[in-house]
C-alpha cells in the first residue's frame, strides 16, 4: 500500500461502470477504499442519459459529449476543473490506455506537473493484428509507443504485454497486476446450477465472447464447420454481443449452407450474466482470438473446471499451460484450431486428463483471483513512493 493516501483522477471508457452490480464497477470500488479519492471520468455520448455517481469516495463522472471526438476536449475540461484547487502533492492521473485517454492524460500531467500512470490492459503492442484492423489504430500504435516512454509508470496487466513494450526499449518502470475476478461464481462446488442448449449427448464447445474483429469468431466458425463434418454430434454455443453479430450470423448461414442460423449445429445467444451456469454445462472452451492483454475468460473455464483449446493469446504460459489445462494453437491458424477441436473430442484420455488437472487446480493462487487485495496492489501499481 502507498504511505500517503492519493487522489487519484482515471479516465477511461467503461459506461458500465454506472451499473453498480458490474464486476468492473466492484473492482473500482475496491481500489478506491485504498484512495483518499478516486474520480474516473468516463467518455459517454449524451444520448446514454448517464447521470454522475458516487458512493463513499468513489466519484463517476460522464463526459456526456456530442460527438466522439468532442470526448476528449470535454474530459480534459472536467479533469482541469477537477484539479484546481487540489493538492498536487497527493494527485495521480491514471489513463486506461495509450492512445485516446492517454492524451488527454497527458495533456493534464504537462500542464499540472502531476503523476501519471498508464493503465495497459489490450496487448496492443506485441503482433500486427490490433494495429492492421483500421487505419485509426495504425495512428493510435505510433502515439502509444510515444507516450509509453512519457508516463511515469505504466501499469500491465500480463508478462506479455511486459515483454512487448520493453522490446520497444522503453525506460518506464513497469509494474504487472492481472485484472482481479471473483472466482467463486465459477467454481462448481458453489453450485449446482448447469444450463445447456443443446442435448446432452452432444460435445458441446463454448466461446464467450464480444462479437468484434479481436475475436476472429470467423476463423472460430470455419474451423467449427470442418470440425461438424468429422464430428457430427459436435456443437458450438457463442454467447455475445458486438457489431458483428449479424455477419457472424451470415457467416453461420453460409458455411453450413442453411436458410436461417438457428437452424445449425452453432447456436448464438446473447449477452447473458449466467455465464458460469452455461461453462458448467459445456464440455470445452474455446477462444479464437489474435489478441488478448489478459484473457480472463480462460481463468473463469479452468474455474468451471473445461478444458480448453485457444490461440496463444493474453494469460497462455503465464497461467493456461499447453498440454496441462487444454490445447494451445497459433493465433490464426484454421487447420491447427480445427485439429486441435477434433483431439479434444476424439481423445477422451487426453480429453479425461485435462479435466484431472483441472479439478485439482489450486484456483486461488492463480494471479488475478485475489479480488480482496486487488484495491491495495491496484494502488501499488501506480508507483508512487
Not at 280 to 287: M, P, S
Request: hydrophobic share 40%; net charge positive; aromatic share 10%.
Amino acid at each position: 500500500m502507498a504511505k500517503k493516501l492519493l487522489d487519484v483522477i482515471s479516465i477511461g471508457y467503461g459506461r458500465q461502470l454506472f451499473q453498480d452490480t458490474n464486476p468492473e464497477r466492484l473492482r473500482m470500488e475496491e481500489c478506491a477504499t485504498m484512495c483518499r479519492s478516486l474520480t474516473m471520468v468516463i467518455f459517454t455520448h449524451i444520448d446514454d442519459g448517464i447521470t454522475k455517481q458516487t458512493v463513499d469516495n468513489l466519484t463517476i463522472i460522464p463526459t456526456n459529449s456530442s460527438s466522439r471526438w468532442v470526448m476528449l476536449y470535454d474530459a480534459f475540461t472536467i479533469i482541469n476543473n477537477l484539479i484546481k484547487g487540489c493538492d498536487h502533492q497527493s494527485l495521480v492521473i491514471t489513463s486506461q490506455d495509450a492512445f485516446e485517454t492517454g492524451l488527454v492524460a497527458y495533456l493534464i500531467s504537462v500542464r499540472h506537473n502531476i503523476w501519471w500512470c498508464i493503465q495497459e490492459h489490450a496487448d496492443a503492442f506485441s503482433g500486427s493484428y490490433w494495429r492492421q484492423e483500421t487505419i485509426l489504430n495504425r495512428l493510435r500504435y505510433v502515439l502509444g509507443k510515444y507516450f509509453l516512454r512519457k508516463a511515469n509508470v505504466i501499469r500491465v496487466v500480463s508478462k506479455r504485454i511486459e515483454s512487448s513494450i520493453k522490446l520497444f526499449n522503453i525506460k518506464t518502470p513497469i509494474n504487472r497486476l492481472p485484472v482481479a475476478i471473483d472466482t467463486s461464481a465459477y467454481l462448481p462446488v458453489h453450485s449446482s446450477i448447469i444450463k445447456r442448449p443443446v442435448n446432452k449427448t452432444e460435445f458441446q464447445f463454448i466461446s464467450v465472447a464480444r462479437f468484434v474483429p479481436q475475436k476472429n469468431l470467423f476463423l472460430l466458425v470455419r474451423a467449427f464447420r470442418k470440425v461438424y463434418e468429422v464430428c457430427p454430434h459436435a456443437r458450438l454455443v457463442l454467447i455475445g454481443q458486438g457489431p458483428q453479430h449479424k455477419l457472424i450470423q451470415d457467416q453461420i448461414t453460409k458455411e453450413f449452407g442453411l436458410q436461417s442460423p438457428d437452424q445449425g449445429p452453432v447456436i448464438m445467444m446473447s449477452w447473458t450474466d449466467d455465464v458460469p451456469a452455461f461453462l458448467r454445462g459445456a464440455d470445452a472452451y474455446v477462444l479464437s482470438s489474435n489478441y488478448e492483454g489478459w484473457g480472463r475468460v480462460l481463468i473463469e473455464a479452468m474455474c468451471a473446471q473445461l478444458p480448453i483449446v485457444t490461440t496463444d493469446v493474453g494469460c497462455v504460459g503465464e497461467v493456461m499451460q499447453a498440454g496441462v489445462h487444454g490445447i494451445v494453437v497459433p493465433v490464426g491458424d484454421c487447420d491447427e484450431l480445427t485439429k486441435a477441436m477434433i483431439v479434444m473430442i476424439k481423445d477422451t484420455a487426453a480429453y479425461q486428463m485435462y479435466k484431472k488437472n483441472l479439478q485439482g487446480l489450486p484456483v486461488h493462487d492463480l494471479p488475478g483471483t485475489h479480488f480482496k487485495s486487488y484495491g491495495q496492489d491496484w494502488v501499488r501499481t501506480l508507483g508512487v513512493n
